[in-house]
């Protein structure tokens, strides 16, 4: 099956489809990722670019990191 993000879709949805993007996300410096409740809360509005520009991280970083492991960027 192929692993598909949706850069629409907020950071909690992607989260429940593939736990895995968490640990890649705080690989990146979204270390707030693994604070009890942040998914719960800001998780569900927040999405990766609106993220990107809250942290100052390059969209283009992240979206080569999920690539290189193995996602496919939809969007």
Do not use: H
């Not at 968490?22 to 569900?44: A, C, H, W, Y």
């Amino acid at each position: 099956m192929e692993k598909q993000l949706s850069l629409k879709r907020s950071v909690y949805e992607l989260s429940t489809d593939y736990p895995e993007i968490i640990d890649i996300m705080v690989e990146l410096g979204f270390e707030n990722m693994t604070k009890p409740g942040m998914l719960q809360s800001v998780g569900r509005v927040m999405t990766i670019p609106k993220g990107c520009r809250v942290k100052n991280i390059p969209l283009q970083k992240v979206t080569e990191a999920f690539q290189a492991n193995g996602f496919t960027i939809i969007d």
